[in-house]
């Protein structure tokens, strides 16, 4: 079954566009932490970011900075959230890669609910030789 994103680029539901081009579209996402909050979605259907070649990304991350660039000039952000939720645990609801890149302001308490926590004695030392590079 089509995802929504690949029903938006077909043209068979609406969007408000912001810009296309062979590789990815940006749209406004249609319920927004802030107004002006935008996706990059790739045109070919990628689940997640471990799918999609590197280029594509690469490419989408350009334009992603394009959208920043925009907001901070045309919305006066002061900053953005660049985010991508990764698989469903992560809270990802279209499974088709996008960027979300979020207009912010100080103090505006839009933070993206992340919930921190602290490590405890030595776990930080076991957490940096599994996910030692
Ligand atoms: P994620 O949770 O990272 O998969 O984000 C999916 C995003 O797509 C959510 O922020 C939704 O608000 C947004 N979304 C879902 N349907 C539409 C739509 N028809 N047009 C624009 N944005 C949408």
Same mark, same amino acid.
């Given at each position: 079954?089509?995802?929504?994103?690949?029903?938006?680029?077909?043209?068979?539901?609406?969007?408000?566009?912001?810009?296309?081009?062979?590789?990815?579209?940006?749209?406004?996402?249609?319920?927004? %932490?802030?107004?002006? &909050?935008?996706? =990059? #979605?790739? $045109?070919?259907?990628?689940?997640?970011? !471990?799918?999609?070649?590197?280029?594509?990304?690469?490419?989408?991350?350009?334009?992603?900075?394009?959208?920043?660039?925009?907001?901070?000039?045309?919305?006066?952000?002061?900053?953005?959230?660049?985010?991508?939720?990764?698989?469903?645990?992560?809270?990802?609801? %279209?499974?088709?890669? &996008?960027?979300? =890149? #979020?207009? $912010?302001?100080?103090?505006?308490?839009? !933070?993206?609910?992340?919930?921190?926590?602290?490590?405890?004695?030595?776990?930080?030392?076991?957490?940096?030789?599994?996910?030692?590079?």
């Amino acid at each position: 079954m089509a995802t929504v994103f690949e029903m938006i680029i077909n043209g068979d539901i609406p969007s408000t566009r912001l810009y296309e081009d062979d590789e990815c579209i940006v749209i406004l996402d249609i319920n927004p %932490v802030q107004k002006g &909050h935008a996706l =990059v #979605i790739s $045109r070919k259907c990628y689940p997640t970011f !471990t799918d999609v070649p590197m280029e594509t990304l690469s490419h989408m991350m350009e334009i992603a900075r394009k959208v920043d660039m925009k907001q901070r000039e045309a919305l006066h952000a002061e900053g953005t959230n660049i985010m991508i939720n990764n698989s469903p645990a992560s809270g990802q609801e %279209v499974p088709h890669l &996008h960027i979300h =890149v #979020i207009p $912010r302001y100080a103090g505006d308490g839009k !933070t993206p609910a992340m919930s921190k926590g602290t490590y405890g004695e030595g776990e930080a030392a076991e957490y940096g030789k599994l996910l030692h590079l």
